[in-house]
């Protein structure tokens, strides 16, 4: 699919297939959207789901911030920021296990909760910062490659290793597979439940710092629109939703046929609401595709 996208957008566009767009355009703007979508990889590879992602997204961007600008941390505000996200995706998980909560209803709460706090440290309004210095750490280049890619495939290449060489990945694949039998080998299963929500924090803390380190400020509106396409993403990549199968390497996929989708279509000069149409139907066909029925007994 990803192959077959390219070759319609290089046939059917000027600029498609030239550094600038594909350096510039396409892979930084996929970098936000590939640490969004890990961090949702491996709450699904447990059979769960982390709704929350976008809302971490601009809760840690506003963080960053307020902690450059107003308290004049400098980079001490980096780790404190994601930090922040670490804590969200810790009460997502603890409610999550502790509470007996479906995943999707508390992340569906911590999605609303986290932007409205996002939105009255913000007041409503863009906050900026100036710091060139902090902001090279998103906006730099080494030999020509910018440090965003380079952030991106870093995290992408750690996350693999999380998921086929930690024995927190094995268990998040068994989790899903069947959680029953984790139970009976022993495991501490609420605890291997807890840590893939503290991950997907840390991700998507990682992700608002460097969104808002790449663009100097933090608005009431970063982080919005990135839940639905990294679920498409993950589906894509072949991570299905009833847990147990897929994983980190293949999610990259999927956010690439996303990144280069949406490229395409802003080339094309496609209307944006009919861009989001088109989403949509893309992420029901990955979903049909993608889903192993045979876990399935009944469908409500």
């Given at each position: 699919?990803?192959f077959g ?7 059917t ?47 840690t ?40 909560v ?9 999605l ?10 913000t ?18 280049d ?33 989790l ?12 501490k299963?609420?605890?291997y ?10 991700l ?24 639905l396409?990294s ?13 147990g ?15 280069v989708l ?39």
């Amino acid at each position: 699919m990803l192959f077959g996208l390219m070759v319609i957008f290089t046939f059917t566009t000027e600029r498609f297939f030239t550094e600038a767009n594909l350096l510039d355009n396409v892979a930084k703007n996929a970098v936000t959207l590939l640490l969004v979508a890990l961090a949702g990889t491996f709450p699904i590879l447990q059979q769960s789901i982390d709704l929350s992602v976008e809302s971490v997204v601009l809760l840690t961007g506003v963080v960053t911030v307020v902690l450059i600008a107003e308290f004049g941390l400098g980079l001490l505000a980096i780790p404190l920021a994601i930090g922040v996200g670490m804590l969200a995706g810790l009460f997502n998980g603890l409610v999550f296990t502790k509470l007996k909560v479906p995943s999707f209803l508390v992340t569906l709460g911590t999605l609303s909760v986290l932007a409205g706090v996002g939105k009255i440290i913000t007041g409503g309004s863009t906050i900026t910062f100036r710091n060139d210095a902090i902001r090279a750490i998103s906006t730099g280049d080494v030999l020509g490659i910018p440090n965003l890619v380079l952030w991106g495939l870093l995290i992408y290449g750690v996350t693999i290793v999380l998921a086929f060489r930690t024995k927190f990945g094995r268990y998040c694949f068994a989790l899903g597979e069947n959680e029953r039998v984790v139970e009976l080998a022993g495991a501490k299963v609420d605890r291997y439940k807890i840590y893939p929500f503290v991950l997907s924090g840390l991700l998507c803390g990682i992700a608002g710092v460097l969104l808002t380190l790449r663009i100097s400020s933090a608005s009431p509106n970063i982080g919005s629109g990135l839940l639905l396409p990294s679920i498409a993403a993950i589906v894509m990549g072949g991570t299905a939703l009833t847990g147990g199968v897929g994983g980190p390497h293949r999610t990259i996929l999927g956010v690439l046929v996303i990144a280069v989708l949406n490229n395409g279509m802003n080339l094309l000069g496609i209307d944006s609401f009919v861009q989001e149409i088109i989403l949509g139907l893309v992420v029901v066909a990955a979903v049909a595709l993608s889903i192993d029925r045979d876990k399935i007994d009944v469908v409500k």
